[in-house]
């Protein structure tokens, strides 16, 4: 059964044809659910929605030739997880022109999707509509930044959060943007006591809630990487 219904589908279809230049490639690092894999750093824990996010990734790729689906398994592919920091699955990693910076950890379903989508297209453009400001206090880092966003399929504010994550993380090889769906990994969100969503931890320093302005933002990166002062 798909999971992408017809009009999903088609209005998808229309908008990678329309708006993506270079090719993406979607590395999903997952376990195939008949291993029966425990996640090695949650005991007990099976990965939840490794398959559905396999097939949603495999519905979005055979919507544009320009979208290509490469599945890495967890456990046997530890050191490619490793060069690139995935320590939990489903791990989606979107690869453009880029780099590897955008990052969905769960399913990127519900009101997400449209974040997945968006995602697909600034990396194969690799550029985003943020504002000049913001791109050049971003080219400005000097220290790695790490945005974790906490969402749920069902908030409809949680995109605004988790794409300007992933827009900061297509213009400075500097930042890591990762959307966090909060169910799927409840040992996250009991560490950063994630009782509402948007829920935004940035470097483990600046943590702060609800969908903000872009200034205010980046004013929250900024400052926990150490470019303005508190």
């Given amino acids: 059964m798909e999971l992408l219904n017809k ?8 908008k990678l044809e329309a708006e993506l230049a270079d090719k993406v490639m979607l590395h999903l690092f997952t376990q195939e659910t008949h291993l029966l894999v425990v996640h090695s750093s949650v005991p007990g824990i099976e990965c939840l929605y490794c398959r559905e996010t396999r097939q949603l990734l495999e519905e979005v790729a055979a919507l544009s030739d320009k979208v290509e689906l490469v599945v ?18 489903p791990a989606t990693v979107v690869v453009g022109r880029a780099g590897t910076g955008v990052r969905f950890y769960g399913i990127p379903s519900g009101y997400e999707y449209t974040s997945l989508v968006e995602a697909i ?5 690799g550029a985003t509509g943020l504002a000049e400001a913001t791109r050049e206090a ?11 966003v906490f969402v749920t399929p069902t908030c409809p504010y949680c995109t605004t959060a988790v794409r300007l994550a ?3 993380a297509v213009e400075s090889p500097r930042v890591r943007g990762e959307m966090v769906e909060a169910t799927e990994f409840p040992h996250l969100a009991q560490r950063y006591a994630v009782f509402g969503v948007p829920k935004t931890v940035v470097n483990e320093t600046e943590v702060f809630d609800g969908a903000v302005p872009e200034a205010v933002f980046l004013g929250h990166v900024l400052k926990a990487a150490g470019a303005v002062k508190a």
Avoid: C, N, P
Wanted: aromatic share 4%; charged share 45%.
């Fill in 7 to 14: 009009d999903v589908r088609e209005v998808t279809a229309k």
């Fill in 121 to 125: 297209v600034d990396a194969s453009r």
């Fill in 138 to 148: 971003l080219r400005a880092l000097d220290r790695d930044v790490r945005i974790q």
């Fill in 72 to 89: 890495h398994d967890f456990e046997a592919e530890k050191d490619k997880a490793a060069e690139w920091g995935v320590d939990k699955i």
């Fill in 166 to 168: 992933h827009q900061m």
